[in-house]
């Protein structure tokens, strides 16, 4: 992707750095534009040095003109990103007033805007900047990256600190992206559960929670209103945009997912869930002595079944909600999804293999067959490719079909 980061004049310009790394981290190119406020907190050879490409300064240097004119660096740019963005900035986009390089290219281009204000709490809060604030939500190609609450650098405490990296990503991710979940509210569970033998002990499995994490990322990248994640007990930091809600057994997932079911659009069951839990989970750690090597066991509640039944392409009135299963198979995938999609009565299921030298248990990258109910759609295959990718084609590929 093609990003056009502007940078403006407040203390929290030497995050840029940070930011133009992480986008060339992950294989985007980027131009940089500072306005000269901006020159006082950070170099331009600094992030000439990191983006790989000189940076735009002033409206009238012939020789950057000679390299990308204003109007073509406007036309290049998939996204032009402003971050920080000062209150001085915003009252000038605001106002249509194009004064230096930035605010001129920032009028010509075509391309998503996306605007991260930082700035002192007292500046923020003031109606003034609100008011410049409002009129650039209402343009549609504008998305604004709420500041974040904190310590600021000039020890006031409140809003107007720059969100860290992944946030403003992932809001520039999502800006680019179509909009096709827009209004929804998906609900993802992710993760292994624990099922107690004792305090110390229990059964569980090696999901990593990769997968259920990258498809609620990619459900907030395609402009769902509202992502709910139902996690069990994984490492991973939650996607920006999501709220997580944490469980650790089979039977609080089945109680979370129950009471969102009503309200959700999209219920995506990527979780491990156990099948199976101790039926006499003891309260004392046992000793050695006391346990006699068998372990009594009963099976947990069926979570996708127990959707299927109530909203499932079978039932008369699914309530327009949208099941996917997720089917972790270690042979004949194809098969066992097809059967596993028919039992459980999803709409969709993705079939992954485990095991082997290609498992997608744990890994960072998996492959996947997207089945549809009954074969309504013909089965797709995606990746190899990172979770992240796969996800995200997934979850589009369902929602083209679904509400496009
Ligand atoms: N699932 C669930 N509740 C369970 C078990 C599984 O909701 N108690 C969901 C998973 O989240 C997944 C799908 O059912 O979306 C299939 O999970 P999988 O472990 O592959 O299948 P099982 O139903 O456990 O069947 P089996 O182990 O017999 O293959």
């Known amino acids: ?19 133009v790394r ?38 009238f240097d012939p020789t950057y003109e000679s390299e990308i004119g204003h109007i073509d660096l406007a036309r290049w740019a998939d996204v032009v990103l402003i971050a920080p963005a000062t209150a001085n900035t915003i009252g000038l986009l605001a106002a249509g ?27 923020w809060l003031d109606v003034r900047v609100q008011e410049n604030l409002d009129r650039l939500r209402k343009l549609p190609s504008y998305s604004i990256v709420e500041p ?20 403003i990503l992932a809001a520039v991710d999502r800006a680019v992206s179509s909009n096709l979940l827009e209004g929804k509210h998906v609900v993802v569970t992710a993760g292994p559960t624990r099922e107690a033998i004792d305090p110390a002990r229990f059964i569980s499995n090696p999901s990593s929670g990769k997968m259920g994490y990258a498809m609620a990322e990619a459900a907030y990248r395609l402009g769902a209103t509202h992502v709910t994640l139902v996690s069990g007990p994984c490492a991973l930091p939650t996607p920006a945009g999501v709220h997580r809600l944490s469980v650790l057994t ?34 004392k750690k046992r000793t050695k002595s006391e346990m006699d090597g068998t372990l009594k066991l009963e099976r ?96 589009k590929a369902i929602a083209e079909r679904q509400f496009s």
């Not at 930035?102 to 007292?122: C, D, E, G, K, Y």
């Open 22 to 59: 992480e986008f060339i981290k992950r294989g985007d190119e980027v131009r940089v534009i500072m306005t000269s406020s901006a020159q006082h907190f950070i170099t331009p050879m600094t992030l000439q040095i990191l983006s790989g490409h000189p940076v735009g300064t002033t409206l």
């Open 250 to 283: 089979a039977h609080e997932m089945y109680g979370a997912v129950m009471s969102l079911a009503h309200e959700a659009d999209v219920i995506i069951k990527a979780a491990a869930v156990a099948d199976w839990r101790p039926t006499e989970p003891s309260e």
């Open 300 to 395: 947990t509640q069926d979570i996708l079944a127990a959707l299927g039944q109530k909203y499932g392409p079978s039932q008369t009135d699914s309530e327009g909600k949208v099941l996917v299963g997720f089917a972790a198979e270690s042979h004949d995938v194809l098969e066992r999804g097809r059967a596993k999609l028919a039992r459980k009565d999803a709409h969709w299921l993705v079939a992954n293999k485990i095991g082997g030298p290609h498992s997608s248990f744990g890994a960072d990258s998996s492959s996947a067959i997207l089945l549809s109910h009954q074969d309504k759609f013909e089965p797709q295959e995606f990746g190899p490719e990172s979770k992240r990718e796969v996800s995200y084609q997934i979850l």
């Open 97 to 123: 007033l194009a004064p230096d390089l930035l605010t001129t290219v920032l009028l010509a281009t075509r391309s998503p805007v996306v605007v991260a204000p930082a700035m002192n709490t007292q500046m």
């Open 1 to 19: 992707m093609k990003i056009l980061l502007g940078v403006t004049g407040g203390i929290a310009a030497y995050k840029s750095a940070q930011l």
């Open 148 to 167: 974040d609450s904190g310590e600021l650098a000039c020890k006031e405490v409140g809003s107007g600190r720059l969100p860290d990296p992944p946030e």
